[in-house]
């Protein structure tokens, strides 16, 4: 995945999630990396991993990122290449509980990936 195209899935996965990307790496006033999404409900990760699977060290960045901003924090792991809706994505239980007896909502259409273009 080239520099560009990944700028690119980092771009669709925080329009998926209903903000949008950062950036280049930036730092907070706490000298301590932000979010790669603004505008979200949760603190976003996104790595890309050859692999495609979480490492414990990126679960911990996110979590302890996640309580300097006061959000529920979120880790989405993709590969090169890889279609967005089938990155992995890690969080809490909790929050995946109350996510799935939330309401439906417009996103839960298959057709909203269309509209990202995805």
Known sequence: MTDAAWKA???????????????????????????????????????RSKRGVPEGRWIEDTKHQAAREGKEWLLVVIKPNMRLEDAITVCRFGRYLNLKNRPPTPFDSDDWWTRLGT
């Open 9 to 47: 899935a980092e771009r669709r996965i925080c329009q998926a999630l209903g903000g949008r990307r950062r950036g280049a790496t930036v730092i907070g006033v706490d000298g301590h990396g932000l979010s790669d999404c603004i505008d979200t409900e949760e603190s976003t990760q996104i790595k």
